[in-house]
């Protein structure tokens, strides 16, 4: 599996962002091949990070270059700027349902 993670540190309202992007970024993740899940976390003074899991790097590079044109054309009056981008393969994966996965 594979994750990105999007960084943004200078939004306004990332409860509004996270709110507006859902139905953009999610009908183009529930498009996307290879999308396992999208999570987006609110970590305080305007820091908001949006973490997606897929099943390789191409499917997430596809789905990561819409994704960011969806960002900037529509929630451009957010001013979210350029994220810091972090993409990798996912090493462990721990369920709650006692399931690990472990590269």
Do not use: C, W
Not at 23 to 31: A, C, M, T
């Amino acid at each position: 599996m594979y994750m990105v993670i999007r960084k943004y540190t200078n939004v306004r309202s990332v409860a509004d962002a996270a709110r507006r992007a859902k139905s953009g970024v999610g009908e183009i993740l529930r498009q996307s091949q290879g999308f396992r899940s999208y999570h987006v976390l609110d970590a305080g003074d305007g820091v908001g990070v949006a973490v997606m899991i897929f099943d390789d790097r191409e499917s997430a590079n596809v789905a990561n270059a819409k994704i960011l044109a969806f960002v900037q054309a529509s929630l451009h009056d957010l001013d979210l700027g350029v994220p810091e981008i972090t993409s990798g393969e996912l090493l462990v994966d721990i369920e709650s349902d006692g399931f690990s996965g472990v590269k």
